[in-house]
């Protein structure tokens, strides 16, 4: 069985090579069908769509098996939405038969629900992290009715610890285990929020609207936004997926951990859990090279061989410098997706960086745009050569 894991070069709101995710596994089954089967994590930005769409035509891909979301940030599942409404509906040329994502509305973080209503305009406040966090749950429930339309409502699972045993087994040839989030979460059922609390408790007016004068509100209602993006991340889908030969033997070697933006909070719980089943050779890095993502127990249980950075020029100053150097101290060899040469103390601009740069060719002065990729293959004939290893990040940090 072949498996081959595409991580894309995912592509900005303008259109330049940016921070995102966009995955796609493709694989032989042992279900008898002729075709390759097909998983696609994420999406990107909405200029991504295209990229995922050559990906899969020059892969010969009419069928995706299984769309994952794996949590509701725009830099996930924006360019989802675009790919459906430009390639898969009304019998476009892209057929999904499943669907795994973040829950609807009646499940949004609670930092979210509380405050968005005793909001005025966004664009009034010109927060950041509040137009960010307001326009992902937008964007969800925009995915969630693509999903309902060209998928049915039959198909769509949002998987979690609590659900992952009602689950339908979809393929073969892999093994896939969900991880977390420990449950998808109604937000009626949530306790309030002390962040969300302490943020707007002394702003509100006799009506139960914020004044607008009050002189520190931009300051809390940042916080605050802050922390309802801290929590979508936490309630990412993380899922180890593993090749099986024709018996069901599992190949642990050639394990693949995809964490979504899960930050610590979320590892915590996954590590205290059932730590070995976060090992992984190849580790698709959490949020995009954050520290708030990895740290030595990430590492120490996932051990991976190579860590995958799905980065490019962004605003956030992602990849941090402390995760290259603690990747670079655990032995894991780090390719980026794309390269921030504007990142914080990253210094990807500079001659010296990039000439040990994977993404960058010298010769033409251009960023090389092609994609990450990984092949396996679970029965070689006798004496082929392993498949032949990407090339890493050769800087020392």
Known sequence: MRLKTAFLVTRDSDGNVGIGDSIVITFDDYDGVNR?????IDGGYSQTAKVLRTYLKDEGITTIDLVVATHIDDDHVNGLNT???????DNGPIKVL?????????????????FLGFLPEVSELKINELSFVSQSVKNNE????????????????????????SLPK???????????????????????????????????????????????????????????????????IVFRLTPLDAAGVEFPDSSFL???????????????????SLKARYLKVAHHGSKTGTNDKVLA?????????????NTHDLPDRSTFELLKDKNVMIICTGRNFVAGDMPCGEDLYKGNCPRWDAATGKDIE??????????PPPGAPPPAVVKTCGNVW
Request: glycine residues 10%.
């Open 98 to 114: 499943n669907y795994w994502g973040p829950a609807p509305k009646g499940y949004e973080p609670v930092t979210i629900t509380e």
């Open 170 to 236: 979809l393929f073969e040839s892999v093994k896939i285990e969900v991880l977390s989030p420990e449950k998808q979460v109604a937000s009626g059922d949530l306790k309030k929020s002390s962040v969300a609390e302490s943020a707007l408790g002394d702003v509100l007016g006799m009506e139960g609207l914020i004044d607008l004068n009050e002189g520190a509100l931009k300051g809390k209602i940042a916080a605050a936004a802050k922390e309802g993006d801290r929590t979508a991340n936490n309630q990412s």
């Open 36 to 40: 390759k089967k097909c998983i696609v």
């Open 83 to 89: 790919f459906f409404d430009q390639y898969v509906e």
């Open 301 to 313: 249980a996932v051990d991976p061989e190579y860590g995958v950075i799905c980065v490019g020029k």
């Open 142 to 165: 925009k995915l969630y009715e693509w999903a309902k339309k060209c998928v049915g409502e039959d198909h769509i699972w949002h998987p979690s610890i609590e659900g992952r045993d």
């Open 258 to 276: 995809f964490p979504g933006d899960a930050e610590l909070e979320s590892w915590t719980r996954m590590i205290d859990t059932d730590p070995g």
């Open 370 to 379: 092609t994609p990450v990729v990984f092949e396996i293959d679970t029965d």
